[in-house]
């Protein structure tokens, strides 16, 4: 699961499992076949034992083809080109099972991505927004000022849209900890009123570069250094925590329990382990692929 920042308690990536090295191994035919229909589709199988290489063959069996058609994910690598997901779902189950996790742990990591997903729809409207307005892939984040794990998420999100320039966009919804981070609402408010003057990524970025430093003088010091004009900025502050607590609520509908939390296209970004900015990048490139 995504590190994040909760108000209960901080979740921790699963502890690796023992590997299945006392699981038989597969006839040597079967396994060349295998290992040669994976690999021949860029599924990189270093770091998988012959146990693990065995429910990997099992799980390419047992799921349908991500793509929706009547056969399994195996015969989609096989025989359906068109199905670029497939690749994407292989390769996502062959780095679940090599992070060590048991065979039933990457099915519940998998169905959760590729067969029953947990989706939202975000309001969007009047949303601070990075990236072109057009791009294909549309990022929701639902994030905490005070949140450490926030601040991690950010270099990484900004890192997507240069790289994937003019093809993802990013919004940003505040969801913040109060009972865990007492300042992060008023500088969620900062923030809001800042993008009435237009520069909500500047306060943005500058909150999450003073994240320690988040009291009232500080935010006002930070409004004073982006030049915004003082009394209209203070006089947006009351609404702008209207808009803070609407997103909040919409958080809660959605029943986000921690942050960060982000929607790639609608689908809850989940993953096992530690923020990695592959797994984003990955996720990302399967959005392209459809």
């Not at 791009?135 to 890192?159: I, N, T």
Request: aromatic residues 8%.
């Amino acid at each position: 699961m995504l590190a994040a920042c909760d108000a209960k308690s901080e979740a921790k990536p699963p502890a690796p499992s023992a590997s299945p090295s006392a699981a038989p191994a597969p006839s040597a035919a079967a396994a060349d076949s295998l290992d040669g229909i994976l690999t021949g589709q860029g599924i990189d199988l270093k770091g998988l034992d012959e146990g693990q290489k065995r429910w990997l063959g099992e799980l390419v069996e047992k799921y349908q083809s991500p793509c929706g058609k009547p056969h399994s994910l195996l015969t989609s690598l096989k025989t359906d080109p068109k199905c670029k997901r497939s690749i994407f779902a292989a390769r996502y189950l062959a780095n679940l099972l090599r992070s060590g996790l048991l065979k039933s742990e990457a099915e519940e990591y998998y169905e959760t991505r590729f067969v029953t997903p947990e989706t939202a729809k975000c309001d969007l409207t009047g949303v601070p927004v990075r990236g072109a307005p057009n791009a294909p892939v549309s990022l929701c984040e639902f994030s905490d000022f005070q949140c450490p794990h926030c601040k991690l998420m950010e270099p990484l999100l900004a890192r997507l849209l240069e790289d994937f320039r003019g093809q993802v966009k990013l919004y940003y919804k505040n969801f913040p900890l109060s009972k865990l981070h007492p300042d992060a609402r008023d500088a969620a408010a900062a923030a809001v009123a800042a993008g009435n003057q237009g520069k909500f990524w500047q306060m943005h970025d500058t909150l999450f570069n003073h994240q320690d430093s988040l009291s009232a003088a500080d935010l006002e010091k930070y409004a004073t250094e982006l030049k915004l004009d003082l009394k209209r900025w203070k006089a947006d502050l009351v609404a702008a925590r209207e808009q803070v607590d609407r997103d909040r609520a919409e958080g809660e509908k959605f029943e986000i329990a921690g942050t960060p939390t982000l929607y790639i296209n609608g689908r809850k970004f989940k993953q096992a382990g530690p923020l990695r900015y592959e797994d984003l990048k990955d996720w990302v490139e399967e959005e392209l692929s459809r």
